[in-house]
C-alpha cells in the first residue's frame, strides 16, 4: 500500500476564511479523489483531482468553493473556500492506480475541520 | 447514477457469532465493489474487496458474496471478536482499462461485538 500523508490533520477556522489541505503520497498514484465525511455520515465524493487539468466535479460541489489543484502524479491540494459552519468535516484525500494497481483505492488520514 | 443501500444501520452481535451486511447497488455497470472497516477516530481501511467476474471470496473470518443479477453483495464475518467493532461501509464503482471509477459508499452498518 502507498503512505498517504495530509496537512493539517486538524484545524479550526473562522466563517469566512479558507483553508488549505495538501495529500502527499510516497509513490506515483493514477487517480487522486478528495471525499468529505460529515460527523456521523458515511463517504461523498468532493471531486477527482486530475493532472494538469481542472478537477471533475460532482454534483453538490463547484470549483469556486472547492478548488483543486494537481500539479503532478504525488501531490494535490483541496481549498475549502469562504467557509461556513456546515463545511465542518473530514476531508479525505483517496489514491488509487500506478504502484498500487488497478482496483483498490486507499485513503489518507484525514483533515478534520471545524468552522466557528 | 450509481447509488448503494446498505443495511442494517446498526448491528450488535454476541462474540463468535457471525455478522451478515447487505448492501445493493443500482448501475449493473459497476464491477469492483469493495468493503472497508472504519475504526473510531480513523481513516478507512479495505478490509476485503470482490469484482464482477467473481462471485465469492474469503480472508480467514471474512467472506464477501456478490449476486450480480439481483445487483447485491453481502459481507460475512464469523466468529466474531470485539475488535471487530467498529463501521462497516460498502461501495460500488465501475473500473475500466486501468482507471478506477469513483467509489460511490453505503451509509455505513455500525457493528457493535458484545463480550
Known amino acids: 500500500s502507498a503512505v498517504i500523508s495530509q496537512k493539517p490533520s486538524r484545524d479550526i477556522c473562522q466563517r469566512g476564511t479558507s483553508l488549505t489541505i495538501q495529500c502527499q503520497v510516497d509513490?506515483?498514484?493514477?487517480?487522486m479523489f478528495w471525499y468529505r465525511q460529515q460527523p456521523g455520515q458515511s463517504l461523498t465524493l468532493i471531486a477527482t483531482?486530475?493532472?494538469?487539468?481542472?478537477?471533475?466535479?460532482e454534483s453538490g460541489f463547484v470549483i469556486d468553493k472547492f478548488p483543486i489543484s494537481r500539479p503532478n502524479l504525488t501531490f494535490s491540494t483541496l481549498t475549502v473556500s469562504n467557509m461556513s459552519p456546515e463545511d465542518s468535516s473530514i476531508y479525505l484525500c483517496?489514491?488509487?492506480?500506478?504502484?498500487?494497481?488497478?482496483?483498490?483505492?486507499?485513503f489518507g488520514p484525514g483533515t478534520r475541520l471545524t468552522v466557528l | 447514477g450509481e447509488n448503494v443501500e446498505q443495511h442494517p444501520s446498526t448491528l450488535s452481535v454476541q462474540e463468535g457469532d457471525s455478522a451478515v451486511i447487505k448492501c445493493t447497488y443500482s448501475d449493473s455497470a459497476s464491477n469492483y465493489f469493495p468493503w472497508y472497516k472504519q475504526e473510531l477516530g480513523k481513516r478507512p481501511q479495505l478490509i476485503i474487496d470482490i469484482r464482477s467476474n467473481v462471485g465469492e471470496k474469503k480472508d480467514q473470518r471474512i467472506a464477501v458474496t456478490l449476486n450480480k443479477t439481483a445487483k447485491h453483495f453481502s459481507l460475512h464475518i464469523t466468529e466474531t471478536q470485539p475488535e471487530d467493532s467498529a463501521v462497516y461501509f460498502c461501495a460500488a464503482s465501475l473500473n475500466y482499462g486501468g482507471s478506477q471509477g469513483n467509489l460511490i459508499f453505503g451509509k455505513g452498518t455500525k457493528l457493535s461485538v458484545k463480550p
Open positions: 483531482a486530475n493532472q494538469g487539468s481542472e478537477a471533475t466535479y
Open positions: 483517496v489514491v488509487a492506480g500506478g504502484w498500487l494497481g488497478t482496483d483498490t483505492q486507499y
Open positions: 509513490s506515483q498514484v493514477t487517480m
